[in-house]
């Protein structure tokens, strides 16, 4: 079988790449980047035949149809902004695949990709991915699920690459639409760092506030594990929580055109191309991905709370900015083998908690060193 890794030398993807050619028995994997030098150099440092490289350009829709040809899986490692037209790629191809992050119209594409016989995931990485699988595996366990609590600290900095910066903005920009929680049956917005609370995350991280993040899960649960309430709470190091307050309590969010010395721009503009450049916005401390999942519901009539943590290797054994990327690229390969291996029984463009078996994913992230763990009080 074959597998086409997009943005498989990128920041994040390539240790999806390197998962793929230590666990996977694809007999081909190929990266597909617009930076053909960083996937050769990639390529040769890892040193497995298996490994090619295609050059591919993603804002070239029909240049993507056309190199999807002759692969079975997809792994789309490329920033969010290309998920729709991957999706939508995959779905024209028919080819199965998954990626890291979700905009909402790719569910669109769900009855044509039922009719084709294939599956897209969206949302295989720490959260959305693992932390689906921990709602899924309580879910599994409850007649009645009520509340559905995600928390997580993505502790790395602001700008490690391009598409982790928006991401980064995109979470605290005061217009982001989708930062909502679900509660009586409706989904309610809520601004920047709102509903703040404290969690104390195992490992290096410790405790950290978090507050309502815009992350998938809340929109898909309620409808996939009948989630009479859903919410996504997450952080960043300190640091960067900081930084995401000043810019909002200074305007520097702010999408009005301004000028600045004879050039027209905004101050949301300025400030992504200023973090984009400044070392310090690429430093931090601690690299690292912790995860909390609580789930109460009931079984038999009697009250339950399941809480879920992840555990990962530190920074000094995984090696630095790797302790944090490694937590989002090694879902995504396991997902695509998942797929590859027909461990994956749906079809369709369905989120991770309904695709993606949590006893097998959990096993396998465990052989990588990413540990899940469970508590039932009641």
């Given at each position: 079988?074959?597998?086409?890794?997009?943005?498989?030398?990128?920041?994040?993807?390539?240790?999806?790449?390197?998962?793929?050619?230590?666990?996977?028995?694809?007999?081909?994997?190929?990266?597909?980047?617009?930076?053909?030098?960083?996937?050769?150099?990639?390529?040769?440092?890892?040193?497995?035949?298996?490994?090619?490289?295609?050059?591919?350009?993603?804002?070239?829709?029909?240049?993507?149809?056309?190199?999807?040809?002759?692969?079975?899986?997809?792994?789309?490692?490329?920033?969010?902004?290309?998920?729709?037209?991957?999706?939508?790629?995959?779905?024209?191809?028919?080819?199965?695949?998954?990626?890291?992050?979700?905009?909402?119209?790719?569910?669109?594409?769900?009855?044509?990709?039922?009719?084709?016989?294939?599956?897209?995931?969206?949302?295989?990485?720490?959260?959305?991915?693992?932390?689906?699988?921990?709602?899924?595996?309580?879910?599994?366990?409850?007649?009645?699920?009520?509340?559905?609590?995600?928390?997580?600290?993505?502790?790395?900095?602001?700008?490690?690459?391009?598409g982790l910066l928006?991401?980064?903005?995109?979470?605290?920009?005061?217009?982001?639409?989708?930062?909502?929680?679900?509660e009586d049956g409706?989904?309610?917005?809520?601004?920047?760092?709102?509903?703040?609370?404290?969690?104390?995350?195992?490992?290096?991280?410790?405790?950290?506030?978090?507050?309502?993040?815009?992350?998938?899960?809340?929109?898909?649960?309620?409808?996939?594990?009948?989630?009479?309430?859903?919410?996504?709470?997450?952080?960043?190091?300190?640091?960067?929580?900081?930084?995401?307050?000043?810019?909002?309590?200074?305007?520097?969010?702010?999408?009005?055109?301004?000028?600045?010395?004879?050039?027209?721009?905004?101050?949301?503009?300025?400030?992504?191309?200023?973090?984009?450049?400044?070392?310090?916005?690429?430093?931090?401390?601690?690299?690292?991905?912790?995860?909390?999942?609580?789930?109460?519901?009931?079984?038999?009539?009697?009250?339950?709370?399941?809480?879920?943590?992840?555990?990962?290797?530190?920074?000094?054994?995984?090696?630095?900015?790797?302790?944090?990327?490694?937590?989002?690229?090694?879902?995504?390969?396991?997902?695509?083998?998942?797929?590859?291996?027909?461990?994956?029984?749906?079809?369709?463009?369905?989120?991770?908690?309904?695709?993606?078996?949590?006893?097998?994913?959990?096993?396998?992230?465990?052989?990588?060193?990413?540990?899940?763990?469970?508590?039932?009080?009641?």
């Open positions: 079988m074959k597998i086409l890794a997009l943005g498989g030398a990128g920041a994040v993807c390539q240790h999806s790449t390197r998962d793929l050619v230590e666990f996977s028995d694809f007999s081909e994997i190929v990266i597909g980047e617009n930076n053909v030098a960083a996937a050769e150099k990639l390529a040769a440092e890892i040193g497995d035949p298996r490994l090619k490289v295609m050059e591919i350009n993603a804002e070239n829709f029909d240049e993507m149809v056309n190199a999807f040809k002759g692969f079975d899986v997809i792994l789309n490692g490329l920033p969010w902004k290309y998920d729709l037209a991957v999706t939508k790629a995959c779905v024209e191809v028919g080819v199965s695949g998954l990626d890291v992050s979700t905009v909402d119209d790719q569910w669109s594409y769900d009855a044509i990709a039922k009719e084709k016989g294939i599956v897209f995931i969206p949302g295989v990485g720490a959260t959305p991915g693992i932390t689906n699988a921990m709602a899924r595996k309580a879910a599994d366990q409850l007649d009645e699920v009520d509340d559905i609590q995600i928390n997580f600290a993505a502790f790395r900095c602001p700008a490690p690459a391009p928006i991401t980064f903005l995109w979470e605290f920009h005061p217009k982001t639409e989708s930062r909502v929680y679900y409706e989904f309610h917005w809520v601004g920047p760092f709102a509903g703040l609370k404290t969690i104390n995350f195992p490992g290096q991280i410790g405790e950290q506030e978090i507050c309502y993040i815009p992350h998938p899960e809340t929109r898909t649960m309620p409808k996939s594990l009948g989630a009479k309430a859903v919410s996504v709470r997450g952080c960043f190091p300190p640091h960067a929580m900081r930084l995401a307050k000043a810019m909002l309590e200074s305007g520097l969010y702010s999408e009005e055109k301004i000028t600045v010395k004879g050039i027209e721009t905004t101050a949301f503009e300025m400030m992504h191309e200023i973090l984009l450049e400044l070392p310090e916005s690429k430093e931090t401390p601690l690299w690292a991905y912790g995860l909390v999942v609580v789930v109460y519901g009931k079984k038999d009539g009697r009250d339950l709370k399941f809480t879920y943590w992840n555990r990962h290797p530190g920074q000094e054994e995984w090696g630095g900015k790797a302790a944090y990327y490694k937590n989002i690229a090694i879902p995504l390969s396991i997902g695509a083998q998942m797929i590859a291996k027909g461990d994956v029984n749906k079809t369709g463009i369905v989120p991770p908690e309904t695709a993606i078996p949590p006893d097998l994913f959990f096993s396998e992230l465990r052989k990588r060193g990413i540990e899940v763990h469970e508590r039932v009080e009641g």
